[in-house]
């Protein structure tokens, strides 16, 4: 029952129930559509509602200041009008003052005009489907499941609006660049049975690769432990405090310049077959991250790195910045500008303009687009664009990617969206593609194969 209030007291209603793990319906498969351009998968802009709970340090403080210290990617004449707008609701009610004093459970909600990045536009082979799992090939560049920047270019969304295949449970994951053989369970009894296997070390995975220079003939076997350096922008490296690895390889075939390796994990740490090879010295020739300068002239060959992690970083940022491909790095310019002013917002999942309560969030595989301010458009605090906004209350319709005047979630245009004001050079299907590839998962009970990759044959050259 709710209490009694005492005068100018502010209700706030217990906490909703979520249900466990990720789960997609009609409606959100219908949020936007998709097109295809120079061999591209592209998103329509759509709006979309990020949530999030009040946070424990939260409590007693006023949304302004939380805002002002936590949340810089957005100067405070963004939020402010944002709620003039009525895209901040507090409790489900629309936020009148940034002033108003947060509370234990309090709930806020966020509607934002989110852009998605582009992947490639291969299309996804289903290898098998049963009563039981759905078997893919994975392309490279797309996120298994919504994460980061990415929900509708994923391989979950695809499934379920190209294929009909819902309520999908994960079994395991490849990072985006990574493409093969990608499982999903159809009932929870299923992954369960299945994670047992993963878990002990039951399922035997090999993988295909093309690395730099001649790697040796006979097999070599790499138990290097690895750390991570970076979860947002997913860096590791060799170091005696990191985990337990084992990487077994074996060549394939060497065309004077490049090899095809096996690999056969026995463990599963993050990038563990791409720092393995690394620390080798044949890293995977078009690694955007183990395959850099950054990493010194032996491009961290027997764990030589000679930098600091924060040095590390910066160098990997700053070499992807000059080619303007931060979007294979997987960070933006404003990611790097938030992060550098504020050392407090922490993760993505944090921030009430980021944060979707609904779904998990994986920093290793949260990939951003690179962007480039156009000097034509007018900054958020300008007047004129605040004066647009008051003139737009409701969403509206506009013109989008494709010329065409469509519905609010099609494509148009929006004033208080930076991402609408930026000019951004698209990645071309080449560098959207890593040359690793999950050739075979074999477990107790199953065994899935897919074709060898184009790149992987023997006598293939650049």
């Not at 009008?81 to 002033?99: F, K, M, Q």
């Not at 994460?147 to 695809?158: D, E, L, P, Q, Y």
């Not at 379920?160 to 159809?186: C, P, Q, W, Y």
Request: net charge neutral; aromatic share 8%; glycine share 6%.
């Amino acid at each position: 029952k709710k209490r009694r209030l005492a005068a100018g007291e502010r209700y706030v209603p217990p906490p909703r129930r979520l249900s466990a793990g990720v789960s997609f319906g009609a409606a959100h498969f219908a949020e936007t559509s998709y097109y295809f351009e120079a061999g591209l998968r592209k998103v329509r802009p759509y709006y979309f509602d990020f949530q999030t709970y009040c946070k424990g340090r939260w409590v007693g403080r006023s949304l302004l200041h939380v805002f002002s210290t936590e949340f810089r990617a957005q100067p405070l004449a963004y939020y402010r009008a944002a709620a003039r707008a009525g895209r901040l609701r507090l409790n489900e009610e629309p936020v009148r003052d940034l002033d108003v004093v947060l509370k234990n459970n309090d709930f806020l909600r966020n509607t934002v005009h989110r852009h998605e990045p582009p992947v490639t536009a291969q299309p996804i082979q289903i290898l098998v489907e049963d009563d039981e799992v759905v078997v893919v090939d994975k392309p490279s560049s797309l996120p298994v499941h919504p994460c980061g920047r990415f929900r509708h270019n994923t391989v979950i969304f695809i499934l379920g609006k190209e294929h009909n295949l819902k309520e999908l449970h994960t079994i395991h994951r490849l990072d985006r660049m990574t493409s093969g053989v990608l499982m999903f369970a159809k009932t929870a009894e299923v992954s369960k049975r299945i994670d047992e296997q993963v878990r002990e070390r039951q399922l035997e995975k090999e993988y295909v690769c093309r690395v730099v220079g001649e790697f040796p003939e006979h097999e070599v076997v790499c138990e290097e432990p690895i750390l991570v350096v970076s979860y947002k922008v997913g860096v590791c490296r060799v170091d005696p405090k990191g985990k337990f690895c084992k990487t077994i390889f074996q060549r394939l075939s060497y065309n004077g310049k490049t090899s095809v390796v096996k690999c056969l994990p026995h463990t599963g740490r993050t990038h563990q077959i791409r720092v393995h090879l690394q620390y080798l010295g044949h890293p995977i020739v078009n690694d955007p991250i183990y395959n850099m300068e950054a990493w010194g002239p032996d491009r961290g060959k027997g764990g030589k790195i000679n930098k600091t992690d924060e040095e590390l970083l910066k160098a990997l940022v700053e070499e992807h910045r000059s080619k303007q491909s931060l979007e294979i790095l997987g960070i933006s310019e404003e990611d790097l500008n938030a992060n550098a002013e504020n050392k407090d917002c922490g993760n993505s999942g944090d921030c009430p303009a980021q944060a979707d309560v609904s779904e998990n969030s994986c920093p290793a595989e949260d990939t951003r687009h690179p962007e480039r301010r156009d000097p034509t458009a007018c900054p958020l605090n300008s007047d004129s664009n605040l004066e647009t906004l008051e003139k737009n209350k409701e969403f509206g319709s506009c013109e989008n990617q494709d010329g065409q005047t469509g519905e609010k979630s099609s494509g148009e245009k929006d004033p208080l969206c930076v991402e609408c004001k930026i000019t951004r050079r698209d990645p071309s299907p080449k560098e959207l593609v890593m040359y690793l590839h999950a050739l075979r998962y074999k477990g107790a009970e199953f065994e899935y194969c897919s074709k060898m990759p184009e790149w992987a044959t023997e006598g293939w050259e650049e």
